[in-house]
């Protein structure tokens, strides 16, 4: 059980299949695969870094020491309406180690309730220690620690509602543990525009597979 609150977020290439609709496919070494909104606007190489960093920072600073292996974010992306800032983002990365295996998060999946929350109480705690810690965010709060599943993947879902300076958000957070690695995607959209945002994330979240 250590493993999984341990659980941590490489792949390397990615290819973009061509194809209709208001959604692309990407492909990561041939293991992930994930459908992205084609209107979003996405981050370069450098900028992904200084994601990754500056992540990396937040969570030394909060006294929390990442996982070993090399995290690397494989998609970034930020959407807009008339906000001066992002109205919705989307970050998927992974990082390669020592994992719980997907058999083992099926076991932690048919826990109770109450045994699953105070198996997951820790990593929520870290979660919002280092979400507080970000310029910007006035606060956070925990709406609920579950296993998620879609069509390919058991994952730990967490989500939060932060107030920022730009106005409350929610968050979610999918950790996905697969032995020889783990998958994390994380999203978010802006409270006020749900409507807009909450199917596309969810959408993200149902199209992603890996092997």
Request: aromatic share 8%.
């Amino acid at each position: 059980m250590r493993k999984i609150v341990a659980a941590g977020f490489l792949i390397v290439a990615a290819t973009a299949h061509a194809q209709g609709g208001a959604f692309a496919k990407l492909e990561f070494s041939g293991e992930i695969r994930v459908e992205v909104p084609r209107n979003w606007v996405y981050l370069d190489d450098n900028i992904k870094r200084h994601l990754n960093t500056g992540g990396e920072a937040a969570a030394r600073l909060a006294g929390i020491t990442p996982n070993p292996g090399e995290n690397v974010i494989l998609v970034a992306a930020n959407a807009f309406t008339a906000f001066r800032t992002p109205s919705a983002t989307l970050r998927l990365s992974v990082r390669r180690g020592e994992n719980p295996s997907q058999s083992e998060i099926r076991e932690v999946s048919k826990l109770s309730k109450a045994e699953m929350a105070e198996l997951l109480a820790p990593v929520l705690q870290e979660t919002r220690r280092v979400m507080i810690g970000v310029e910007g965010v006035k606060e956070a709060r925990a709406l609920g620690a579950s296993i998620a599943t879609n069509k390919g993947l058991m994952c730990m879902f967490f989500e939060f509602e932060t107030d920022t300076v730009d106005g409350i958000k929610i968050g979610q957070t999918y950790v996905c543990p697969m032995g020889d690695k783990a998958v994390k995607l994380s999203t978010s959209y802006r409270k006020s525009e749900a409507a807009m945002f909450r199917p596309v994330v969810q959408y993200v979240w149902q199209s992603l597979s890996a092997r």
